[in-house]
Nanobody, 125 residues
Framework: QVQLVESGGGLVQPGGSLRLSCAVSGRTFSSYYVMGWFRQAAGKEREFVAAIKWSAGTIHSADSVKGRFTISRDSAKNTVYLQMNSLKPEDTAVYYC?????????????????WGQGTQVTVSS
């Protein structure tokens, strides 16, 4: 089993920044995992934001966030981050961290086995 706990959400003005964290734990967790960030706005489907291979650090991001959001991981802290800059009102959503055992950058939520509880990000003036 793998446990994921997100933190770092909140209210920010347009153009501002936030950094989300996802603490990873569990005896089955290893470097052979892919981590993802997804978001779900009210009344909409969950959508892919970014993913990273834990071992190699290879990343992939959605076009809607490229150049603004950056996914990274700290192996020593077993934590995945999502640095969000130049935030827009349309970035408002609950952000979820996800994990799946493997070495392929996954972009569909159905492909991930483990999920955190989510953290709310609101971009508003």
């Amino acid at each position: 089993q793998v446990q994921l706990v997100e933190s770092g959400g909140g209210l920010v003005q347009p153009g501002g920044s936030l950094r989300l964290s996802c603490a990873v734990s569990g005896r089955t967790f290893s470097s052979y995992y892919v981590m993802g960030w997804f978001r779900q706005a009210a009344g909409k489907e969950r959508e892919f934001v970014a993913a990273i291979k834990w071992s190699a650090g290879t990343i992939h991001s959605a076009d809607s966030v490229k150049g603004r959001f950056t996914i990274s991981r700290d192996s020593a802290k077993n934590t995945v981050y999502l640095q969000m800059n130049s935030l827009k009102p349309e970035d408002t959503a609950v952000y979820y961290c996800a994990a799946d055992r493997g070495n392929v950058l996954l972009t569909r939520s159905i492909e991930y086995d483990y999920w955190g509880q989510g953290t709310q990000v609101t971009v508003s003036s």
